[in-house]
């Protein structure tokens, strides 16, 4: 890929590797060499091998669990590149974490998503590149540019693939009520009906199914969703659609695959044949079961910093 000058160079943490290795191998480049480290008191240690003056650095690091720590490898990235004259930077969060705490939901709550975005800016970042915030709203807690991709079109192709050969009734279902914009774009793309679960929260990560709206009986069923986290959502709304809703067959897919806490066993012992997740979030080998599959991202993202690069359009890569 002809890239002017070479100029540019593609670093990562330690959230991701697997993926920005994909990323830089994409684009033909070799990744950018640094050490990302602790010492023996828990700080990072931070150190960029190689000159970056002038260039145009794109750091990618996904805010998930560990978040803090995460958070904190790409802050002392992106300010050790920034001391080391970086021309340009870009922070790339396949993951934002904090993104739920995008506003206050009772009295004396911080808004946590605002606060991540601003000490990004402050570390030294130019811009940043991410996928699929659970807020949209929290674009406009940069005042950076942001530019935000979505991770639809993966995962629409994977079920293409697979029902290409087949004359299954598809019906694709929210979980809950928030992603429902998330479904009907899924819907679209595969020319399939929709379906709501519609649900009361209780407390956090506990949450009651009270009804089904549309038609699945006797269908396959594919739920769409932005983020698993506990999965508590997703497998209640699993459970309701064949005891309830009388599906046939339950797929489910998400950007995100956090799966923390009791995930992996509530999935495990969900009606979910398969569940397929984007490496958005790497999973650990603990976290990774017959049922759950990992679709890339990689070449999403490639293109993205292609365009960031050589100041093109990336809305153009979904028109």
């Known amino acids: ?30 990744k950018g060499k640094c050490s990302v480290e602790k010492f023996s008191d828990g700080e990072i240690s931070v150190s960029i091998k190689e000159s970056v003056r002038g260039c145009d650095c794109f750091v990618v690091q996904s805010t998930s669990h ?37 506003r206050k939901t009772k009295a004396r709550d911080p808004i946590s998503a605002r606060l991540c975005a601003n000490i990004i800016t402050t570390a030294g970042a130019d811009r940043v590149l991410t996928m699929d915030l659970h807020a949209p709203q929290i674009q406009g807690f940069f005042n950076i540019p942001l530019d935000h991709l979505i991770g639809i079109p993966v995962l629409m192709e994977y079920f293409k693939n697979m029902f290409k050969e087949t004359k299954e009734e598809l019906v694709i279902v929210a979980p809950d009520l928030g992603s429902v914009t998330i479904a009907r774009n899924l819907a679209e793309k595969l020319d399939a009906s929709i379906a709501i679960v519609e649900k009361r929260r209780q407390k956090a990560n506990v949450s009651e199914v009270l009804n089904i709206i549309g038609d699945v009986k006797n269908k396959t069923v594919i739920m769409a969703d932005d983020m698993i986290d506990t999965a508590g959502t997703l497998c209640n709304a699993s459970k309701a659609l064949v005891e309830i809703g009388k599906a046939k067959k339950i797929y489910a897919c998400a950007t995100h695959g956090i799966l923390s806490g009791p995930a992996i066993e509530r999935i495990k012992n969900s009606a979910i044949e398969q569940l397929i997740v984007t490496d958005t979030v790497k999973l650990s080998n603990s976290e990774k079961l017959e049922k759950i599959k990992t679709v890339t991202v990689s070449n999403t993202f490639s293109k993205a910093i292609e365009k960031i690069h050589n100041n093109e359009s990336v809305s153009s890569l979904f028109a």
């Open 66 to 102: 560990p978040v803090n720590t995460n958070l904190m490898e790409l802050l002392i990235l992106i300010d050790a590149l920034k001391r080391a004259s970086a021309g340009r930077i870009t922070a790339v969060i396949p993951y934002f974490g904090y993104a739920r705490q995008d």
């Open 1 to 30: 890929m002809d890239f002017y000058n070479n100029k540019i160079k593609i670093f990562s943490g330690n959230s991701n590797e697997d993926l920005a290795n994909l990323i830089v191998k994409n684009l033909n480049l070799e």
